[in-house]
């Protein structure tokens, strides 16, 4: 029995070795630059630029093969922002032709009637503006809704049940929802 728990030992000791060895040798580093355009973008993971969320368009950016100005939950600020940080001419905020988008915010909106509860909807939504449960109407947190059109059919079954509107002015500027911050004061509870 103590010869069994020596040869696992030894094995342990062995195999954590190596594993440690390996970490060490094939420690790949993040782009700096990456992380930096990752970091002002919305994290909508909307898929509106054209690529499949926040940090691929990052890397297309840094890499050259992205224009600063395909991210519309970004809006113009964004665009300035990115501009900023990698010295380049901030250019008008374009839509990918792909998705089909305008340049005009926009806002799913789900028509309650027709709703059969299936969820699907809610599954796709990156930001999770839509809310229900399954067999209940769901409906739209319009001012969470980035308007990315991932609930549109075919993933929602039901024909005209989901609908994208323009955002109508209100008394208040509309804008983008801005990524969830931590606030200062909360920074130092947890140290």
Same mark, same amino acid.
């Given at each position: 029995?103590?010869?069994?728990?020596?040869?696992?030992?030894? %094995?342990?000791?062995?195999?954590?070795?190596?594993?440690?060895?390996?970490?060490?040798?094939?420690? +790949?580093?993040?782009?700096? +630059?990456?992380?930096?355009?990752? %970091?002002?973008?919305?994290?909508?993971?909307?898929?509106?630029?054209?690529?499949?969320?926040?940090?691929?368009?990052?890397?297309?950016?840094?890499?050259?093969? !992205?224009?600063? =100005?395909?991210?519309?939950?970004?809006?113009?600020?964004?665009?300035?922002?990115?501009?900023?940080?990698?010295?380049?001419?901030?250019?008008?905020?374009?839509?990918?032709?792909?998705?089909? =988008?305008?340049?005009?915010?926009? +806002?799913?909106?789900?028509?309650?009637?027709?709703?059969?509860?299936?969820?699907?909807?809610?599954?796709?939504?990156?930001?999770?503006?839509?809310?229900? !449960? !399954?067999?209940?109407?769901?409906?739209?947190?319009?001012?969470?809704?980035?308007?990315?059109?991932?609930?549109?059919?075919? +993933?929602?079954?039901?024909? =005209?049940?989901?609908?994208?509107?323009?955002?109508?002015?209100?008394?208040?500027?509309?804008?983008?929802?801005?990524?969830?911050?931590?606030?200062?004061?909360?920074?130092? %509870?947890?140290?």
């Amino acid at each position: 029995m103590l010869t069994s728990m020596l040869i696992f030992a030894a %094995a342990a000791l062995v195999f954590g070795a190596l594993l440690g060895f390996a970490a060490i040798k094939f420690h +790949v580093e993040g782009d700096p +630059v990456v992380d930096k355009i990752d %970091a002002i973008l919305p994290q909508t993971q909307c898929g509106q630029c054209g690529y499949p969320g926040c940090k691929p368009y990052a890397r297309a950016i840094a890499s050259g093969e !992205a224009d600063i =100005n395909q991210c519309p939950p970004g809006g113009e600020q964004g665009v300035m922002a990115l501009a900023d940080l990698l010295g380049r001419e901030p250019g008008p905020l374009i839509a990918e032709p792909s998705t089909g =988008n305008s340049d005009e915010p926009m +806002v799913a909106l789900i028509d309650e009637e027709t709703c059969i509860g299936c969820t699907k909807c809610i599954q796709v939504c990156p930001v999770d503006a839509i809310v229900g !449960a !399954a067999r209940h109407k769901h409906t739209v947190i319009e001012a969470y809704c980035t308007g990315c059109k991932l609930c549109l059919p075919p +993933v929602c079954p039901v024909e =005209n049940c989901i609908v994208m509107d323009m955002v109508r002015p209100t008394a208040t500027l509309w804008k983008w929802p801005e990524p969830l911050q931590i606030p200062e004061l909360m920074r130092g %509870a947890g140290s």
